[in-house]
């Protein structure tokens, strides 16, 4: 039987598969079937710094309030009584950690630097073993240079690893004039990995109701490509782990990123359609191509077809984009 086991951000773990961050990671039951499953770690559900600062102000103006009504204040709940998102997640990670035998890597959204550097250090010290960072800003503001978006980036990567000894991984979009250089910087300033890629929830117009709505996405397998490219670009030009996520429904999505050079592959969309049993279907899937193979560990197959090792480099680049349109033919009965 193949050896599935393989290293992502320091850790070793007993195959890649990871879900990533999904409300479903809010529950502990939910967790335990996962690991049931064949999880081989835990992405949590993002805290995000605007809820959490928006609350504590919301706390500071109703229960902290000195000159409340008497009669008023009765029906305001006790502050010790309160359990803020910040506590709730907190506790989160240390009921996780007494329950699971996988690691579990906590997941934060922030903006600011106080932010970042604040809840970092305390999701280390609740028990997280490692962290994922997902820093996107959406840059509205014509002014705004690309390089001082990344410089942002930058700046709170390194503040928070002069505050927190765990691994710290990126979650990052395709949106880079130059991918590889950002991460290069990334890993000298402190990231033990980054995760491709994000996924962002666009706004949608309702043409009945004339009014802009907020819909779920979810991937299909055909998302997986654009990952699957970047990740092979990728792997050889640096010493940071590679998470792919992104259109992994099917044994054979997961291959291809772990082909390209992923060293953990992260499943959401399909959790999310059809549950744990999503998991170990892609998880058996993997298995049994690697036996048919003759592949004796997962390591003998991760990054054997990145960019570095393939005899013809233009398959992943320029070159991949002239060959496909030039090869495209028409359906049969289509005429131009």
């Known amino acids: 039987m193949p050896d599935l086991s393989t290293r992502y951000l320091g850790l070793k773990l007993k195959n890649p598969l990871v879900p990533s961050s999904t409300p479903l990671s809010r529950q502990l039951d939910n967790v335990l079937h ?45 502050r010790d009584a309160y359990v803020s998102q910040l506590d709730g997640y907190l506790e989160h990670i ?23 550097v604040e809840l970092g250090q ?10 994922e960072l997902n820093a996107w800003y959406l840059p509205g503001d014509a002014d705004l240079s690309g390089e001082a978006i990344e410089d942002r ?21 395709p949106f880079f004039s130059s991918l590889p250089h950002f991460v290069r910087q990334a890993e000298a300033a402190g990231a ?28 299909t397998s055909a998302d997986v490509l654009l990952t699957m490219r970047w990740i092979a670009i990728l792997r050889g030009r640096s010493g940071l782990g590679l998470a792919a996520t992104g259109g992994v429904h099917t044994a054979g999505d997961a291959l291809k990123m772990l082909l390209a050079g992923a060293d953990v592959v992260h499943m959401a969309s399909a959790l999310l359609l059809r549950g744990p049993a999503a998991l170990k279907e892609v998880l058996d899937g993997m298995r ?49």
């Open 192 to 219: 033990a990995g980054v995760s491709l890629f994000n996924r962002f929830f666009q706004p949608d117009i309702d043409l009945e109701n004339l009014k802009v709505v907020d819909r779920a996405q979810l991937s």
């Open 34 to 78: 996962l690991e049931d499953a064949g999880a081989s770690a835990i992405v949590l559900h993002s805290l995000f710094e605007e809820d959490v600062r928006n609350e504590e102000s919301m706390l500071e103006r109703f229960l902290m309030t000195p000159d409340t009504f008497g009669e008023a204040a009765g029906h305001l709940p006790q």
């Open 288 to 336: 049994t191509w690697l036996e048919e193979r003759e592949y004796e560990s997962i390591e003998q197959l991760k990054g054997s077809m990145s960019q570095q090792n393939m005899a013809d480099a233009g398959v992943f680049a320029r070159a991949a984009y002239l060959q496909a349109l030039q090869s495209f033919t028409p359906p049969p009965g289509v005429r131009y």
């Open 122 to 131: 305390e999701m280390q010290e609740a028990g997280a073993d490692a962290l």
């Open 153 to 173: 980036y930058l700046t709170l990567l390194r503040e928070l690893k002069g505050r927190v000894t765990i691994p710290v991984t990126m979650k990052l979009s």
């Open 94 to 116: 240390q009921r996780l950690k007494s329950r699971l035998s996988i690691p579990v890597i906590a997941s934060l959204n922030g903006s600011s630097l106080s932010g970042w």
